[in-house]
């Protein structure tokens, strides 16, 4: 990650850009301040990706996905980093941040960095066969195979739309249906 200069994060706000920059001291970072990302935020963010690698960063919460779906509509191209929720978690319990993960989590949480395809092989139809949709378990399901993918946690709808989005194949997430079932 240091040394690749022409990287530049997307985090959330002062504590986590802290938390980032104490670990990558030399990386770009841009800060949304919160969930009312600002449409000259979403410019800013829209014109370095087309010259730059923009990974989103962001908090694994509801607040965080708001962020994430915003830019995607103002720059489909960012690239992608989903946090392990219990990985975030703060000492006392309470509060949810990438400012609260340990060194080592974070390193390895970049190692795990998606990129969009938007190659639409997986449907709705597919996610019901998988039981990932329309079964009394398929929440419970639907978290497992979302850990397992590493893409965050999804209601069937954004789940539909972040396998079509990393470009997996059918086959990738019925193996990893089969793979939590076991």
């Known amino acids: ?10 985090v959330e706000g002062k504590n986590d850009y802290a938390k980032v ?12 301040n919160g969930s009312e990302i600002s449409k ?19 908090d694994p919460d509801g ?11 103002s720059a489909p191209s960012v690239e992608h980093v989903f946090v392990d929720r ?21 390193l390895e949480s970049l190692r795990h960095i998606k990129k969009p395809t938007n190659r639409k092989t997986v449907t709705r139809l597919d996610l019901f066969r998988l039981s990932l949709i329309g079964c009394s378990d398929s929440k ?6 979302c850990s397992e993918l590493g893409i965050g946690f999804a209601n069937g709808k954004t789940l539909l739309n972040k396998i079509n989005m990393f470009g997996y194949s059918y086959s990738e997430l019925k193996k990893a249906v089969l793979k939590v079932k076991t």
């Open 1 to 10: 990650m240091e040394q690749e200069k022409r990287v530049v994060l997307v």
């Open 21 to 32: 920059k104490s670990v990558f001291p030399d990386v770009d970072i841009i800060t949304t």
């Open 40 to 58: 000259e935020t979403l410019c800013e963010i829209e014109k370095l990706s087309q010259d730059r690698r923009v990974i989103l960063l962001l």
């Open 63 to 73: 607040p965080g996905e708001r962020i994430r779906k915003k830019i995607i509509n």
């Open 86 to 106: 219990a990985l975030a978690i703060s000492s006392n319990k309470k509060k949810i941040g990438i400012e609260h993960m340990a060194k080592e989590d974070l």
């Open 140 to 145: 419970f399901l639907r978290k497992e195979v």
